[in-house]
Structures are given as structure tokens and as C-alpha cells.
């Protein structure tokens, strides 16, 4: 089975076009066609008609299989408002965790003023993703994204479960530093690349991967992820089922860690037989 636990629902081309139902059918179609299970749909920092908020992708999902959601929280926008919200959704259980954006917002993922997110992922037991590395805008900051960053809060809340996105790309080694040094933080592999890997980048990509399981972190602690749309499914399936690992190895990857870290079941895949 394989959870792809970092999509988006998002417009990126044309934010000012509504994103739903459009985007959420081309996922359903794209996990089908790669018999993707389960997916969890990570919102945004902000809200625009191509940048649907919590509230919208929640209503969008409740009734259908194999979509969980991962609730943005804005450091700009944040409120009591929206900390009620999210309250209500993650004791109905159809938030599955938080997730900060740092680099696309001017603060490090420790800054006090988040504290009061960071105590709901606490008082839940969800995880918290975090944003790092490279951004997708050239407008982001990316000083504010390093993952050595996300060090300061593993070690402030050693109960709190922590997902740094997309491996700290390009600071990778410093990325397995943090997740080597605290038991309560992970990875995740997406957004590597932009659509489809190129063989050259693809090669380089998997040899830092498959060195990073060797000697620096425990497959257990690696979650698989796409960043769709803005990277595709097919070619990051290629990219892991080409990776020199063990079965077992890639199982705890594609399935296990995710299941665990996010509370999945095999009947919450989009297959029914599954």
C-alpha cells in the first residue's frame, strides 16, 4: 500500500481561479491511475480562490475515501478564530496534523508566538509538518527554512511529533543531523523536483537518498511524499521503486511510517478491496 502524506489541492498556474472541485479530481484521477492509497492534502498558509482554505478542503473530503487533510497555519494570519477551528476539526478527527510554513512567512518554526499551535498538535497527538529548504517562490526567505531551525523545537517539545518536508533540500545533511539527534522528528521526500525528474538529477537524488539510509537515518524515520502537482506522481514512483534499499526498507516508507505517524488504516484507502 502507499501513502503519498504531502500533496497540495492548490491552483499554482492561476490562484485567482477556484481550485476545487477541479484540483481534487485530477488527485482522485492521478492516485487511481497509480494505485495510490491513501493521500493527505496539506492547506495553505493563506487563502485565495486557487488556495482553498481548511474549512473548504474538510467539506470537500468528508464523504470520500483515500483523502485526509493537514491544516495550514499561517504565522501573517493566525487567530484564536483559527485555532477553534482547528480544535474542532482535530476532536472530529478529519484534521490528521498542522503544518508550518516558514521561509513563505517570515518566522523560525521555534518562535513563540506558534507556541499555541505547537501545544494542539501536543494535546492531539498529531504531527507537525514543517516547511524547509528551498521554496517554491523566489520571494520566499529561505534563512528562515533551514531544518537545523526545526532542532529548537524537537528539543523544547521532545513529546511532539515533527515532519520535516521535503528532506531540508538542499541543506539534506543537515536535515539528517536533525532527524539522527531526535527521536521525535522525520522526514519526508517530496518536492524534489519540479514535474518529472530529469535522469541526471534523478541519478544524483537517489544516491543521496539511498546514503542518507545507510548511514544517517532509520528507514523508519523517512515518510514518502510527492508535493503534487507540482511534482508527478509517476515520476516519483520511479524514482523510489529504483531505490537500492530493502523491501521491507520501502514498505516502512511507502505505508508504514505514515500509517502510524498519522493514525491510517488500510480501509481508509481510495481501492475498496484494499
Not at 191 to 206: A, H, K, N, P
Not at 253 to 265: Q, T
Request: glycine fraction near 6%; aromatic fraction near 10%.
Amino acid at each position: 500500500m502507499i501513502v503519498d502524506c504531502h500533496v497540495h489541492l492548490n491552483r499554482y498556474e492561476d490562484e485567482s481561479a477556484p481550485a476545487l472541485p477541479r484540483q481534487l479530481e485530477a488527485l482522485l484521477r492521478d492516485m487511481r491511475r497509480n494505485r495510490v492509497d491513501i493521500a493527505l492534502a496539506l492547506t495553505s498558509y493563506r487563502d485565495a480562490p486557487g488556495r482553498p482554505s481548511v474549512g473548504e478542503v474538510v467539506r470537500a473530503v468528508r464523504d470520500l475515501r483515500g483523502v485526509k487533510v493537514i491544516a495550514g497555519v499561517s504565522y501573517l494570519r493566525r487567530g484564536e478564530r483559527d485555532l477553534s477551528e482547528l480544535r474542532e476539526y482535530l476532536q472530529a478527527g478529519v484534521v490528521r496534523g498542522l503544518k508550518f510554513y516558514p521561509g513563505y512567512e517570515p518566522f523560525y518554526p521555534a518562535d513563540p508566538d506558534m507556541r499555541p499551535a505547537v501545544e494542539l498538535a501536543l494535546e492531539f497527538g498529531v504531527p507537525l509538518m514543517i516547511h524547509s529548504g528551498d521554496t517554491f517562490t523566489p520571494r520566499g526567505r529561505i534563512k528562515f527554512s533551514h531544518p537545523l531551525h526545526v532542532d529548537d523545537l524537537a528539543v523544547d517539545h521532545p513529546e511532539l511529533k515533527i515532519v520535516i518536508c521535503h528532506l531540508g533540500n538542499p541543506w539534506l545533511r543537515d536535515c539528517m543531523e536533525v532527524v539522527y539527534k531526535n527521536a521525535n522528528v522525520y522526514a519526508d521526500i517530496s518536492g524534489l523536483v519540479l514535474g518529472d525528474f530529469s535522469d541526471r538529477f534523478e541519478i544524483y537524488m537517489r544516491r543521496q537518498l539511498q546514503d542518507m539510509l545507510l548511514y544517517g537515518v532509520e528507514p523508519a524515520k523517512v515518510l514518502y511524499g510527492t508535493d503534487w502537482p507540482i511534482a508527478s506522481m509517476e515520476s516519483y514512483l520511479k524514482f523510489i521503486g529504483e531505490l537500492a534499499i530493502p523491501e521491507d526498507d520501502r514498505r516502512r516508507i511507502m505505508w508504514d511510517n505514515s500509517a502510524g505517524l498519522f493514525g491510517l488504516r488500510a480501509s481508509d484507502s481510495i481501492f475498496p478491496a484494499a
